[in-house]
Structure formats: C-alpha cells, structure tokens
C-alpha cells in the first residue's frame, strides 16, 4: 500500500547526511552485508523505474560514489580514478552477495587523500603568499578534468588556501586571527576522517547506488531513522530547516514553513552555513568542513535564545556572506494553517476586493482524526472556514497562494480540490506494476464557486502540483507565477528491520520510489511541473532549478485523460490580460527588486572563479556590497521606508541589524499584490478588453 502522504522533501527539520554510528573501523559490518542484499532485492524488484543490477549499472554506481566523495575532484588523482577501473563491472555483482570490500577500498583511499590534503593546506598556510599576482581560482571543479598526480593537487590546494586566507583578510581579520581559524578547519579536515565510521561508509555508497537511479530514493541509517522520526514529529527547538552536508559545506536546502528560519525570510535554497554564533554578540565559529551533526548540536538550542549564523550564497566564495540572527522556537504550526487576507485593488475605475488565501503546506491532524475529534485540523477544513469568512466579506475573486508549499497530505490536495469543484477524479497514480489509481472528490458540494487562482513558484511541489493541475485542467483557476517544481513521484518508508534476523543489528529504512502521479488530462506533474496560465518574469532566473535540474530525475510522461468534464465557464483571452499584466511588473519596484536580486544570485551560481588579486577581489566585493544596498533601498524607498546605511546592514543582509518586519512583509506581498491585480483583470474583462481595443486603435506598435 502506498503511504499518502508527499513532501518536497522528506526531512522536515534537519537532515544529516552523512551520521555516525557506533563502529569505529572502517569496514563493513555483518548487518551492512545483509542490509546490501536486502536494498538490492527491494530496488530491483519494486522500484517504479526499472532497473536491473548489470555491468552498465556498475559503472553508474561507481562514477555517482566517486562524484559524492569528491564532488570538486581536488581529493583523488587521475591515477586514483584509473585505479577504480577494476570495479567497473563488479559492484553489481558484490551489491547482490553483500560484498562491500570494493566500497570501503575507494574509501579508505579517500580518507588517506583527504588526511594528506589537510597536511598540505596546515603546511603550506605557515608560507606567505603574494596578492599582487593575477591569478584565478577555479573553486567549482565539478566540470574540470580530474588532477593528474600530487603534484598537480598541490597547485590546486595552494590556491585553495590562498584563497581562504585572502577570503578572511578581506573580512577584516587579522593575520593571527585568520591563520587561527584555517588552523582550526585544516585540522578539522583531519579529526572529520579520524572520525569516520563504517555506517558512515556504507550510507555513503548505498546511497550512491539509490541516486544513480532515481533521485527520491534514499537510504537512511539507524541514526539517520532516528532523527527523521522526530523531525516528523516537529518536535525540535531549532531553526526549522532542512540542512544536508555538500562537500565541506552545511547546505539549507530548504526552510520549513513556520519555522524561524522561514519567517526571517534571509534563506535561499543552496545556501551555505559557514558559522555559527550563540546569541547577539557571541562569535562566530567557523564550521566549514565541519560533520553536519556537530553544526546541527551548534544550531539548536532552548527555546528563545539567540543564534546567528553566516550565511554565503552559493557561488559566493568571499567568505564574509551575511549574518542572519534567528530566535530559536518550535515550529510554529499555526504558522503552517491556511491564513486569509484581502488585497484591495483599483482597476480602471473599478474597486475589487481579492481574497487571498495563503497555504504553507498540506497538513492535516492524522492522530486527532482517527481519535475522532470534531474539530482537527485539516488544509480542507480551515479553507472551508476561510472562503465563509471571505464570501461574507464581499470579496469578487480568491487567489490561493501557494509559492514554496513544498506538498504534504495527498488527501488533502484532493478534498481541497473538491471544495472548487462538484464532484470528478483530481489525480490518477500509477504503481510499478502499470496499476492505476483514480483518487475522485465525491463530495458534490461547492464551497465557492467564484473566481479563482492559483498562485506557484519554483518550490511549489508535489501536493500542490496535483492541486494546481486539477483546477487547470478543471478551467477552474487560472494558474500565475512560475512553472512548478515537478516531482511527480511517490515514495513510499521501507522498514528494514523488519526483515532481520535476530542477531543482526537494526538495519534503518529505505525511502523507495514506488508510483508516479498523473493529471486528469492525462499529464505527468513529474519532471516538467505545472506550467502556468501567466508566466512571471521571475520564472526566466528559476527555471534551472526544479527536478529537471536533478540528476537521474525520472521524465515526464503521458497516460489516457480520465473521465472528467471541465468546467465552460467564459474567459476573456488571455492575451489582453497578459499585456496589462507586462505593462505593471515593467514599472513596478517590487518586482524589479526580485528580479535583480534573483539576478545576482543567478550570476553568482554561474560563477566558478575568483580572483586572487588582493586589489581587484576587493574591488569587486565593493561594488557587490554597494549595489546590494541600491537595490534595497530604492525598493524601500518606493515603500514609504527610510533608506539604510551600509552600516545598517548586517554583513551583506537585506534587513537590518533590527529585524525589519515591514520590508520582510513587503518583499512577501510583492507577488500576492500582483496575482490580485490579474484576478481582477479577469473579473472585468469585458471592460478592459474595450478600453484596451479602443486605446491602441492607432497605436498597434504598443503592443
């Protein structure tokens, strides 16, 4: 039976890959043979894709387990990677007899290199270094040709380290606080593969293994198990965000909706923790190379204290970034429930109220509902509560906003549905048996049954692509913003332990692909997501991100619509309404404040070299520091807000030092105000499109 329940992803408060466990040598135990075996049977015989373990599955493998160990090829040599040659064609066999000798081979040649790295980076941090030389440093190898010998690692780990200590120099550290620092993470290189356990080793290539399949599918250790149950539960005190180790770096992946980190809104996917401070004034360690559960123990804390963290962009490797404080608190799961607000909005002399309608995520009380509580709480349920509340306040339209609601509830995005419509099918899932599941709302009352949105993003997935979708092909809502996620996948937790002998230790769980969802139309959400009605321009700096961008990512595809009947209501062309659409974010501050900050980071993860000319690397932050800031101020000007100093500014940041809920809550509302603003277009339609006609008759070059 497949487990309802669908998220963007799965860890909802800190994920922590890789974890220790509780072996100390680097090879493998009796349970990790077992669990070999055990996975392999799973995968070949029940994943949605099929596969099957084989020579060419081999080297697959083997290329994703020396990518994730070195993912910016300045650890192993060409020699070295020449060298894994000879398990080309045998991890497939060793995988299916629970041979894991090859794995922890690669492995323990990577902790060597890695030791040998960390020595040459103390060594040579002791040697000045000339910043008065032209020279580039390539920090994203990722496409690079692998080092050819030590040699040519060493020229690679000179600049690297040249880099590092140019990176604090121009963070205003002095020579003995910078060399202290880099001490303390060439060393950590080191201590990091002391520490290394053989649960480490086998969740990393099992893992590899997954990932060279299909992106979803996951392993996850006893440890790993063990925090991922009490994420689920949201019970933690922290800062309620999905972290996970890439290369030396802590990475957010994603922030969880209500949660502190997402309500500074300072986060970006991709973003990278390099230290963390306790309380307002504590200093910041530098945790770069740090393992991600030592980082995860800095992080939280009580209730109510303080921790500051510095935060780069990826493609930043200035190594200042900014500062972000956040109050530690639970999550606040009231910040999860639907909320509702109203936009006011003056039309070409018509005054429309828009309802809007915000939706963090597909929630629902599973536990109190099967108590048999009359009032749980439930998406569906406090929507309905919301358009009463709405419809008796006059709106003329209602926008759902769902940009970043990363999914949920499977059962809710189909009863949310079933309030906008009278009855149909809303999703279709099929299994990797071609078994195909048709989920209906049965119920045939309407909650509302006025004008619709649906506002998405980028990070708009799962759930709510299937609720997005159905209203589409419904002609119910008129889907704005961007083209959504796309993952359009099931997965299903495997308990392992279940199948251990008594004498095996517990073996952890296995997050398994197992079915694929599909529209009413017939189209797959999977891999090419939800394209909307009207298109916002901030689509054209996120479109590489999504699941397209992941590797391996399973690719969209078609099955027969289902029997459903849309609904004929009459809207006016889309054309004119894009054109007034156009003609506002041309002009409007907001959205040229998204798309320059969106451009910067766009160009910042483009970039993959730096400068280490002291004079023009200084330069160049300079004028990041000072545009940064002429962003943000013209947009607060154009708010009613003073302008800020450069002082003001936390190191970079878009608040100041004095959180600045006003600009934060601005930044929120610029998209929202828009979607109203299209609502309300399509509302009066017939007005507009009479006064568009007759104000271009002799000026057709306007359009």
Do not use: C
Request: hydrophobic share 35%; charged share 25%.
């Amino acid at each position: 039976m497949i487990i309802k329940n669908i998220t963007l992803f799965t860890l909802l408060v800190f994920s922590a890959l890789p974890l220790s466990a509780t072996s100390t040598a680097l090879d493998p135990l009796p349970e990790h043979s077992f669990s070999a075996i055990l996975v392999a049977k799973y995968i070949t015989q029940f994943h949605y894709k099929e596969n099957t373990l084989n020579d060419d599955q081999s080297k697959a493998i083997l290329t994703q387990y020396i990518a994730s160990l070195d993912p910016n090829r300045n650890i192993f040599t060409a020699e070295d990677i020449t060298s894994f040659n000879r398990y080309n064609t045998v991890l497939d066999d060793a995988l299916r007899k629970g041979d894991l000798a090859p794995a922890f081979t690669i492995f323990r040649l990577f902790n060597q290199r890695r030791i040998e790295r960390a020595e040459y980076a103390l060594k040579r941090l002791e040697q000045p270094f000339d910043f008065t030389l032209s020279e580039e440093y390539l920090f994203d190898r990722a496409e690079a040709t692998w080092p050819k010998d030590k040699k040519a690692l060493d020229e690679i780990w000179r600049k690297r380290v040249k880099n590092d200590v140019l990176s604090l120099s121009l963070a205003n550290k002095s020579d003995e606080e910078l060399k202290k620092t880099l001490r303390k993470r060439y060393q950590r290189y080191k201590t990091r593969s002391d520490q290394m356990k053989a649960e480490d080793v086998y969740e990393a290539f099992i893992n590899a293994y997954l990932t060279s399949i299909e992106p979803h599918t996951a392993y996850f250790s006893p440890r790993t198990s063990e925090n991922f149950n009490i994420n689920m539960r949201l019970s933690l005190e922290g800062i309620g965000a999905v972290l996970q180790t890439v290369g030396d770096y802590t990475v957010v992946k994603k922030t969880v909706p209500g949660g502190p980190a997402d309500l500074s809104g300072q986060f970006h996917p991709e973003d990278r923790i390099s230290g963390v401070g306790q309380g307002n004034d504590g200093v910041i360690e530098d945790v770069i190379g740090w393992r991600i559960d030592d980082v995860v123990d800095l992080i939280r804390g009580p209730k109510n204290t303080v921790v500051r963290l510095q935060v780069l962009p990826k493609g930043d490797e200035d190594g200042a970034g900014k500062i972000v404080t956040i109050t530690r608190d639970k999550i606040k799961l009231e910040e999860q429930h639907a909320k509702k607000s109203i936009i006011e909005i003056e039309n070409g002399g018509h005054q429309s109220r828009i309802g809007i309608i915000t939706i963090p995520t597909f929630y629902m009380d599973f536990e109190a509902a099967r108590r048999g509580d009359k009032d749980y709480v439930s998406t569906t349920r406090d929507t309905r509560k919301l358009l009463e509340e709405l419809k008796a306040a006059n709106v003329d339209g209602v926008v759902i906003d769902l940009i970043n609601n990363g999914g949920g509830s499977l059962p809710e995005a189909i009863s949310l549905t079933g309030l906008f419509i009278k009855s149909g099918p809303v999703v279709q899932v099929r299994d990797s048996d071609n078994k195909l599941d048709i989920n209906e709302d049965t119920d045939d009352g309407i909650a509302y049954d006025g004008p619709v949105a649906v506002l998405v993003n980028r990070f708009s997935a799962s759930a709510s692509e299937i609720f997005a979708g159905a209203m589409q092909d419904y002609g119910r809502a008129t889907i704005l913003g961007e083209t959504t996620y796309g993952k359009g996948t099931v997965q299903q937790m495997l308990d392992l332990n279940r199948h251990a002998p008594n004498d095996i230790a517990t073996l952890g769980q296995l997050k398994l692909t197992m079915a694929q969802f599909f529209r009413v139309n017939g189209d797959s959400t999977q891999n090419r997501g939800v394209i909307p009605d009207i298109t916002f321009p901030t689509a054209a700096v996120s479109a590489e991100q999504g699941e397209s961008s992941l590797k391996n990512a399973l690719p969209w595809a078609r099955i027969k619509a289902a029997n459903f009947v849309p609904y004929n209501r009459h809207h006016t062309d889309l054309t004119t309404v894009k054109v007034h659409h156009q003609k506002r974010v041309q002009t409007d501050s907001g959205f040229k404040y998204l798309l320059a900050q969106a451009d910067v980071r766009k160009e910042a993860l483009a970039k993959t070299s730096v400068t280490l000319l002291k004079t023009a690397r200084k330069a160049e932050r300079d004028k990041q520091e000072n545009e940064n800031l002429e962003r943000i101020n013209h947009f607060r000007t154009s708010i009613g807000l003073a302008p800020n100093e450069l002082s003001d500014l936390e190191d970079n940041s878009e608040v100041s030092n004095v959180e600045d809920e006003n600009f934060l809550e601005k930044v929120k509302q610029i998209q929202l105000k828009e979607a109203a603003a299209i609502l309300a277009d399509l509302i009066h339609s017939p007005q507009i499109q009479e006064k568009f006609t007759q104000s271009t008759i002799n000026s057709p070059n306007k359009l």
